[in-house]
């Protein structure tokens, strides 16, 4: 593998500002099938990314990985981070999905139907994703890849867990006719357990979420990705791209101002 940069992207919100971001990539040449250093990934498969996104990476003929979460497919249930800021409201819900993420499986998937079970707010509901919507994409180029079957945490999961997660996920894309040997860690996070169950159910690649420009000779069940959004500005973007920002982070983090 050479030099590669991954971007790994969530929702897509603003298509204006991706537009823009797309525009830079392109001037760069960054898509140069002779030089091609650098490629798009969308986790979590927001149905923001077929309505915002999907239509300029058509436009420019780009190719992108899009990681969907198989058991939200042609359903209307929502992630379930949105589902804790929901009941709980945006800002003590935020705070409450970092805790959460550094629980047990177990205890984060009884805390969510707790929590669903003593309101008396209505269900949340969420339009997600459909067959028809992927199968769309995939024919103009999108390549529509394995992100769990309901995004757990891989390092708070037991190996029946983590064996069921990876199971259910690629035979639900197999059953759609896709081709699921594309996996990126639900939240990035690692783990050898699932790096061998992994390989087991036939997973060529896996995505990090490290903030990292690979250096070539990469294991590829372990490729990194530069985090950015549709918001990043154009300066900040440069700057990702140009690994710096990857170099300082540690620094920042180690300053205890941009824990998230
Ligand atoms: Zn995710």
Redesign the pocket.
Known sequence: MKKTKVLAY?KILNRHSFLRQIQYLIRNNDFDCSNQNLFITV??GDPSFYHNAFPILKKYNIPAIL?V?TDLINTQKPFWWDEIEYYLGKEEGNKKVWEVKGWENRKRESYLKNLRGKSSKPILKYEQLTTAQLKEMQNAGIIIAN?SHT?PMFDQCTCEELENEIKNSTNFLKELGFTPDIF?Y??GNYSPVAESILQKYGIKQAYLFDHKINKGEENPLRISRLVVNDTTPLWKFKLILSGWHSRILPITKALGKLRK
Do not use: C, R, T, V
């Open positions: 969530h986790d979590d990681f979460i992100h995004h990126a639900p939240n």
